[in-house]
């Protein structure tokens, strides 16, 4: 395998005005009324100073600056906790790689809880970017999977199949976002700009692993449960109105620790790390072990493994 090459959005004074007039004549009034309702609403809950914002690959450092503290305040004033946002940005000659190994997953779902935590969800709604599906044996067809298993697991004649954001080097998500606010960065990882996201929900449309999430209301989280470590491109609180996304624990992994889902899991059924270093677990079984991948034959090209022992 080798490194994608830097693949920042080229915004060319792409704006979201630009992008409401392009869809208006597109559309026709009615429908794209209804299809940029989550816009209005979000417009409604913005601050003069985050509508203004301009997108983050166009912010200088001073910029980047200001929004952070901005974001840091907002923190507290809704919701009285201290947080620090980090503006983490990837390690040079770095390709993360995620791998999970699906006899050893036995469906506990600690890894469900640990992202709910990590990053900061909504807690009214139990949210997390990672579900785990209970398969029957034999396939690898996620549409076969269920959700919403309970009792002992495993169970005889099941299989637990990890779903989060695989991380695509060729992403459908990106392709269809109208304001380019997400996008694919050199080490490999999907980003979304949450000031800059306007909720038209395409891109949870796209993408064929049901990896986003749309945030129907303002977050709900007690002060004294908020993680305070934050990233302003992965776990800060996201406004309502936008679609959200696992970015690998980036506020974690570009710091050289390891995502929150991989620490809690009992059973080390996850790996993870640098493919591009030819000493990692990560390449060793990439390299030695039979790996599968979700959907195949879509051509998205996933960064996410599974294998047998």
């Known amino acids: ?40 609403h979000a417009a409604q809950n913005s601050s003069a100073g985050e509508f203004m914002q301009n997108h983050y690959t166009e912010l200088t450092p001073e910029q980047k600056s200001d929004v952070l503290a901005r974001l840091e305040s907002e923190a507290k004033e809704n919701y009285g ?17 995620y791998a999970i190994n699906l006899s ?3 469906g506990n779902g600690k890894c469900v809880e640990a992202c709910h935590k990590e990053n900061n969800h909504d807690r009214a709604t139990n949210q997390s970017y990672i ?65 800059w996201c306007i909720g038209c929900r395409y891109c949870e449309a796209a993408c064929p692993y049901h990896a986003r999430r749309f945030n129907w209301k ?58 591009l270093d030819k000493d990692s677990n990560i390449r060793w079984i990439l390299e030695n072990k039979r790996v599968y991948i979700l959907k195949e034959e879509l051509g998205t090209k996933p960064a996410f493994f599974y294998y047998f022992d």
């Open 1 to 40: 395998m080798t490194a994608n090459k830097p693949s920042l959005p080229i915004v060319e004074n792409f704006s979201r005005r630009a992008a409401v007039k392009g869809g208006f004549a597109t559309l026709g009034a009615a429908s794209f009324v209804a299809a940029i309702s989550p816009l209005r």
């Open 81 to 97: 906790a201290d947080v620090t946002i980090g503006d983490d940005r990837p390690i040079p000659g770095t390709k993360f790689v």
């Open 104 to 106: 050893v997953c036995n």
């Open 131 to 195: 579900r785990v599906l209970e398969m029957p044996v034999g396939t690898m067809d996620m549409e076969q999977g269920s959700t919403t298993y309970t009792g002992i697991v495993p169970k005889d004649g099941k299989f637990y199949l990890p779903v989060q954001c695989q991380q695509c080097d060729e992403p459908p998500c990106v392709d269809v976002c109208p304001v380019k606010a997400t996008w694919k960065e050199e080490d490999g990882i999907v980003v979304v700009d949450y000031n």
């Open 218 to 275: 303002k977050p709900e989280v007690p002060a004294e449960e908020i993680n305070p470590d934050q990233s302003y491109l992965s776990n800060r609180i996201r406004p309502v109105g936008v679609v959200e996304k696992c970015t690998y624990c980036l506020h974690r992994t570009r710091r050289g620790k390891l995502p929150a889902c991989l620490e809690a899991c009992p059973t080390g059924a996850r790996v993870f790390g640098n493919i």
